[in-house]
């Protein structure tokens, strides 16, 4: 399968701990995306990588989140002392090109629960 | 708020019939884009429709787009039960991100 993946599918975890997702985005494609989707909303952009920089995080994004892209290839998005509120599904998405201009590709996403 | 805001929130509609949900934006944009997304799944991409562009059409998709009154309509024709789905628009702007809008819930009935 070519397309994103991400893992874990799901994870429940107790509040306080720290969770951390992996999301392997299509080969070829240089720009990669965090979203978080709510229940009933549609995605929040969270932050992206251009390669692998880092190139703008949403206000979403506070200090406890944190994400990397160390080799271009696939990333991390790590949250440290997960709230209730941190509840969601986290997609990711990658796109080829130096703009945000084209079609994006979404991975299934994960589903965090904090108990 | 967001940029895009899709009407109407929720759809119910029988299988044959056409399905029309709109989008409204706020800001200039360089193209705007329709994502279906099924219960617990990722985002698909359906249609990208450019700012210099007024209609476009992939099988039973027609998207439209008016940038003077800053809207856009995604119409179904001939829907099936698989089409049941939420939809949502993406705008483009001149910035770097999509913003999504809270999308359109159609359940489409057998």
């Known amino acids: 399968d070519t397309g994103v993946s991400q893992d874990p599918r799901h994870k429940i975890t107790k509040r306080g701990q720290n969770v951390t997702f992996r999301c392997d985005p299509i080969?070829?494609?240089?720009?990669l995306y965090w979203y978080r989707q709510t229940l009933g909303q549609g995605p929040e952009f969270l932050t992206y990588?251009?390669?692998?920089?880092?190139?703008?995080k949403s206000r979403l994004l506070s200090d406890r989140f944190s994400a990397e892209r160390p080799k271009g290839s696939f990333s991390t998005l790590e949250i440290q002392r997960t709230e209730q509120g941190d509840s969601a599904m986290y997609l990711c998405?990658?796109?080829?090109?130096?703009?945000?201009?084209?079609?994006?590709?979404f991975g299934p996403g994960t589903r965090l629960t904090v108990l | 708020s967001q940029q895009g805001e899709e009407d109407p929130q929720a759809l119910s509609i029988q299988e044959g019939e056409n399905a029309t949900m709109n989008c409204s934006y706020k800001t200039s944009i360089n193209n705007l884009q329709w994502y279906r997304q099924n219960s617990g799944r990722g985002l698909v991409h359906l249609i990208l429709?450019?700012?210099?562009?007024r209609e476009k059409h992939s099988g039973r998709l027609r998207v439209t787009l008016d940038t003077s009154k800053k809207s856009s309509s995604l119409l179904i024709t001939a829907s099936r039960a698989a089409d049941t789905a939420s939809y949502f628009c993406?705008?483009?702007?001149?910035?770097?991100?999509?913003?999504f809008g809270p999308g359109t819930r159609l359940s489409v009935l057998p």
């Open positions: 993406a705008t483009v702007n001149y910035g770097q991100n999509f913003v």
């Open positions: 429709i450019r700012s210099n562009e």
């Open positions: 990588f251009q390669n692998e920089a880092q190139l703008e």
């Open positions: 998405a990658s796109s080829l090109g130096d703009r945000a201009y084209n079609e994006q590709f």
């Open positions: 080969s070829e494609h240089n720009r």
